[in-house]
């Protein structure tokens, strides 16, 4: 093999030899392990914030199947209490129901006996799922009750307006 060296102008070439053991690959080795991989390239804070995302995702989706059976015993308890509340109640009581959250606390403590199932995210679904359609329905009970009573009082109020005017008439 013949390299040209450059020296100012002119080009000389002389005779290179290259010894044959450079170029021959040790056996089993892959061709790709002479090779230069490019630099790893720092990530970007899209790629840091959705890794991130994907990891707390993992750990949330591990927490739930570990814990899912608790998870729906907590939901399937709150939605027993929420019934248990309605049967109770008495909608035809000529009072509006009590929907303030102390109260709704206090009924839901005094049926459970204060005692909730799991563990603290279990615990706190069921806080959050407790007493909250039965709230709904005593907000639809109480707005229904007042309906009435305004129809009732409208009612009054036009009955009595035209029993004046039939009065009015008749003495005239």
């Known amino acids: 093999m013949i390299i040209p060296h450059l020296i100012g102008t002119v080009v000389f070439q002389e005779p290179v030899i290259v010894e044959a053991s450079l170029f021959v690959m040790a056996r089993g080795a892959s061709p790709l392990a002479m090779s230069q991989s490019p630099p790893v390239q720092p990530l970007t804070k899209r790629d840091k914030r959705r890794n991130n995302i994907t990891d707390k995702l993992q750990d949330m989706i591990s927490s739930f199947t570990q814990d899912q ?3 729906y015993r907590a939901q399937l308890q709150a939605i027993q209490v929420d019934m248990t509340l309605i049967l109770k109640s008495d909608p035809y009581e000529n009072m509006p129901l009590d929907d ?20 603290k995210a279990a615990k706190d679904d069921y806080l959050a799922l407790a007493g909250k359609r039965y709230y709904e329905y ?21 009955e009595a307006t035209s029993k004046r005017k039939r009065t009015s008439a008749y003495q005239c």
Do not use: F, M, W
């Not at 102390?102 to 563990?119: M, R």
């Not at 707005?143 to 009732?152: I, N, S």
């Open 138 to 158: 005593c907000q639809k009970i109480n707005k229904a009750q007042e309906q009435r009573d305004a129809d009732l009082t409208a009612l009054k109020v036009s």
């Open 100 to 119: 303030s959250p102390s109260a709704i606390e206090g009924l839901i403590n005094s049926l459970t006996g204060g005692v909730i199932p799991g563990d």
């Open 69 to 71: 059976h608790q998870y």
